[in-house]
């Protein structure tokens, strides 16, 4: 029998999924509450007894998803020889962030974090830096790679992935400055163990 934890995290989840395709088509300020509770198949009484506003409910979205695509990147343990985790975290990273739904959701959060700075924050908070902190870590622990600074190394790494799935995927950079996902990781993975 599911506790009463269970089933409300369940009906938040179902909640939040719904939230989730409201907020990709119609943007952060035009999106309504009663269409989220629609499309959500609640009521909009069970939908302001788990969020409380908009803003609330779009945190706990960010929260959500970055949870989901952290767990799927960052869940394998860091274990082995340094080439080969790093290149199938590389190949991890750019799998799973390269989701036309994550990036539309990315692409969100950056057209509101000029007015809702706190937004964009939230979700470096639950992506970037813990990321950033697990492969500082792991870095940490291979000093045969004689890496002085791994926090910065571990902002390249990281960052380069991500400036790639943005530039190509978000700004057409297919078209302007088209990279190989293959050729990108193997040079950055070059420099790192070098």
């Not at 343990?77 to 080969?84: A, I, K, V």
């Not at 962030?97 to 950056?110: K, S």
């Amino acid at each position: 029998m599911a506790t009463m934890s269970t089933t409300r995290n369940k009906k938040a989840e179902q909640i939040l999924q719904g939230a989730m395709p409201e907020f990709l088509e119609h943007g952060y300020a035009a999106t309504r509450m009663d269409q989220v509770a629609k499309t959500a198949g609640v009521s909009k009484q069970t939908l302001y007894s788990y969020f409380d506003d908009k803003e609330g409910l779009f945190k706990a979205l960010i929260e959500y998803v970055a949870c989901q695509k952290f767990r799927l990147v960052w869940s394998k343990p860091l274990t082995g020889e340094p080439r080969q985790v790093l290149t199938r975290l590389a190949q991890r990273i750019i799998t799973e962030i390269n989701d036309p739904d994550y990036l539309c959701f990315v692409r969100l959060i950056i057209a509101e974090s000029g007015k809702h700075p706190e937004l964009s924050q939230l979700f470096l908070e639950n992506v970037a830096q813990p990321a950033i902190a697990i492969f500082k870590a792991y870095l940490q622990e291979h000093p045969e790679l004689k890496i002085k600074d791994s926090e910065v190394i571990a902002h390249i790494f990281v960052g380069t992935l991500i400036h790639n799935i943005l530039t190509q995927n978000m700004l057409s950079g297919q078209e302007v400055i088209p990279m190989e996902s293959e050729r990108l990781i193997n040079n950055l993975v070059d420099l790192i163990v070098n």
